[in-house]
């Protein structure tokens, strides 16, 4: 992996791999977790509003033929720390993606028309969040497990705030934030001229550098309840635990814990819930290890009959890992090895890693991933489940 810095402060890092395809990730440092309490929602809109039109392609359809007449890969998300733009073509058309992603990024209208009309798409977007109990109850989740950090308040924002946006807003916080010293773009694949194309392209000026910080966040002192009634059939658990970073050394115990419990069909919570007992279809478990906060859950879709019974024996399988063996941490060891190397054939999952590790200390430290994972020991996680699993928040999104 090769790390530069050009000269307008924009920092790149280009991953060889040879391949047919190459990918160029592009991520600005800005997220919900950045927005003010008048601004909420204001980074995941403005991702959608890019692809809306620059001055040398006006309109949405311009844009993503660019790529999708080729064969391509062209989209972006946005998350609690960050907004990502990709595109995946062929090795050939590396120049294209970089054109077309430094004009949408450098260029856009940001056209009170295409605000006006992306409204209405994005709280779309959001209705659909809630009519989708599998993403909803990790919306509920960290709005109820976390109480000062930003990352509570839901990516897609506040409605109300949505609703009020105009141009002068938009375009205030684009000029803010999409600055080439605030972005970092991922190439992955076999391409030696990758800096003469970035430099030619992406020539935007250096500009005042955003600091954020985050209060800290109090530990739970006691269990929470949270319970909703919806118009569906099956009722949806999580108990969400708060943890650390991904700074934070223990969060490579949280991985070795999360592939004891809830790998594939194999972990303890499928096979003590799913494959002896049979309550429930969907179950597993999650840790989520950002930037500058974490957090580990457990989940299944049950009867709502069972919810008190699957509560114990989600506690009862953490609890147990009091006693876990020498064996059950190398088989998660091994488990994370495999899925982990196996996710990065894919090209585009490299150039997210690079990204992911960039922002979080530095793109080199993905390398160490898979050997700070191998040094976790039984007495981590022992240590592990004493210090982090003893109050949660418990979420249910009760059906008929």
């Not at 990918?23 to 991702?47: A, P």
């Not at 890019?50 to 007449?69: M, V, Y």
Request: include cysteine; aromatic fraction near 10%; hydrophobic fraction near 40%.
């Amino acid at each position: 992996m090769k790390k530069a810095i050009l000269g307008n402060g924009l920092t790149v890092l280009y991953y060889p791999k040879k391949s047919n395809s190459v990918v160029v990730e592009v991520m600005i440092n800005v997220g919900s977790c950045h927005e003010k309490s008048n601004e909420r929602g204001i980074s995941h809109f403005l991702e959608h509003l890019l692809f809306e039109g620059t001055s040398r392609r006006p309109s949405n359809k311009e844009i993503s033929n660019e790529i999708e007449r080729i064969g391509g890969d062209f989209n972006a998300y946005t998350s609690t720390g960050k907004t990502c733009f990709y595109a995946k073509v062929l090795r050939k058309h590396f120049s294209i993606a970089v054109d077309v992603l430094a004009d949408i990024l450098q260029n856009p209208l940001l056209r009170e028309e295409d605000i006006k009309k992306e409204k209405n798409v994005v709280l779309k977007e959001i209705a659909m969040i809630y009519d989708e109990p599998r993403h909803y109850q990790w919306v509920l989740l960290q709005q109820n497990l976390f109480e000062k950090h930003p990352c509570k308040y839901p990516t897609y924002g506040d409605i109300k705030i949505i609703k009020a946006l105009n141009r002068k807003k938009v375009q205030d916080f684009f000029q803010k934030h999409y600055l080439s010293n605030n972005m970092v773009i991922s190439i992955v694949g076999d391409i030696p001229n990758w800096r003469k194309e970035i430099e030619k392209q992406f020539t935007s000026k250096k500009g005042k550098a955003v600091k954020t910080s985050f209060p800290a966040e109090p530990t739970l002192s006691k269990d929470k309840r949270i319970l909703v009634k919806k118009k569906i059939f099956n009722t949806h658990l999580v108990l969400g635990f708060k943890t650390v970073s991904r700074l934070h050394a223990d969060s490579y115990v949280l991985d070795v814990i999360n592939g004891i419990l809830g790998r594939g069909q194999s972990g303890k919570m499928f096979t003590e819930i799913r494959s002896i007992r049979g309550l429930a279809y969907d179950v597993g478990t999650q840790v989520l290890d950002e930037a500058d906060f974490g957090y580990f859950a457990a989940y299944a879709i049950i009867d709502k009959k069972n919810i008190s019974l699957v509560k114990d024996l989600m506690l009862k399988e953490i609890q147990s890992l009091k006693n876990v063996s020498e064996n059950e941490v190398k088989e998660a060891q091994d488990f994370i090895e495999g899925d982990y190397l196996l996710e990065i054939e894919d090209t585009q999952k490299i150039a997210d890693q690079l990204l992911f590790w960039q922002q979080v200390k530095d793109a080199s430290a993905m390398k160490e991933y898979l050997k700070k994972i191998k040094k976790v020991t039984v007495a981590d996680v022992k240590r592990a489940v004493e210090k982090y699993f003893k109050h949660y928040a418990q979420v249910v999104l009760e059906g008929k």
